[in-house]
């Protein structure tokens, strides 16, 4: 009994050597960085930025291969079946947590099948329309979308993406009805709303400024709960017309179930220090960076999980939609 005893703890110590080792000769190959979306959308922005620096702090590759398709379920299932060795990372957006609640059934567990490891950016939509629209601000777009049910369409990235979700908020909260019309990535969905194939869109500062700066676009309102420093004269939608209104996502860092400690440590700390940086911080100056430690976003994104179900229910949306 003493000799299995000792064994089991010999064992067991070998295990957190190894595992301490191996944290601390990581990385010692090419990291392959798993984008679930397009090339050119905020996620695959913010990833490439601080990667590209991570790279160049390690002297290792960290390759961002963009794998797009159903709402970022693509990616995701390549990671979730990954070794968990840190060579294979993901970065996703919040759609991470609403397809579980849009999908009869996934290729793998949204929470149990990944390790999350830190935030990269908050994702805050600028509500605006097409300058064909007649309106100015929320009030005015409630009153419009009363009086004219199931007519007003908005683009989003997709069903269950942050920029669906962030107008069925204001359709359940203003009770209005207006209509999403998906489209393949944030891109598109932004060239639908400056052509004025659709009238609404919540986009993000970093896809909607060029086409604001333009004309081409007229900006209302912020999604999040403050008033962003890009557009201090803005106002957020619970100032202008909805009050208690607030929508915000982000852009996450995830691997494969069960990473070693010592390998989750070391990411974070180098997406700290990347961040931290003075080339990435004016890199990413309008792109609302937003780190977390990994225990606060593993909580955070349990807690919009929860929060996003809900409203996905409410809302009554549909991965068919």
């Not at 961002?64 to 693509?74: F, K, L, Y």
């Amino acid at each position: 009994m003493h000799r299995i005893l000792t064994t089991t703890v010999a064992g067991a110590s070998a295990a957190i050597i190894a595992s301490i080792v191996q944290g601390q000769t990581y990385p010692s190959k090419t990291v392959r960085v798993v984008c679930a979306w397009p090339a050119g959308g905020l996620v695959d922005v913010v990833g490439r930025i601080v990667f590209q620096k991570i790279s160049e702090n390690t002297g290792q590759q960290f390759i961002v291969d963009n794998r797009a398709g159903g709402t970022g379920i693509i990616g995701a299932e390549i990671v979730a079946r990954a070794p968990t060795d840190g060579y294979t990372l993901l970065v996703h957006s919040a759609s991470h947590i609403a397809n579980p609640h849009l999908m009869k059934k996934l290729p793998y567990d949204t929470l149990k099948d990944f390790t999350f490891i830190s935030l990269l950016a908050a994702q805050t939509g600028l509500l605006s329309v097409h300058p064909s629209l007649p309106v100015k601000n929320v009030k005015e777009l409630v009153a419009l979308a009363k009086a004219r049910p199931g007519q007003l369409l908005y683009a989003s990235s997709g069903t269950g993406t942050f920029s669906h979700l962030a107008i069925a908020l204001i359709d359940s909260m203003a009770s209005t009805k207006m209509i999403n019309v998906p489209y393949k990535g944030g891109n598109a969905g932004t060239t639908a709303a400056v052509s004025g194939e659709t009238q609404v869109i919540a986009g993000t500062p970093a896809a909607l400024v060029p086409h604001l700066s333009s004309n081409r676009l007229r900006l209302l309102a912020v999604t999040s709960d403050t008033r962003l420093t890009q557009f201090p004269q803005t106002s957020t939608i619970a100032e202008s017309g909805i009050p208690g209104y607030e929508y915000r996502g982000w852009v996450v860092v995830m691997a494969p179930a069960n990473l070693p400690r010592p390998i989750v440590e070391r990411v974070h700390a180098e997406i700290i220090k990347s961040i931290e940086s003075a080339d990435t911080k004016k890199r990413m100056e309008h792109l609302e960076p937003w780190t977390l430690t990994p225990e606060q976003t593993a909580a955070r994104v349990r807690a919009d999980y929860e929060k996003t179900g809900k409203l996905i229910a409410q809302v009554g949306a549909k991965a068919d939609q």
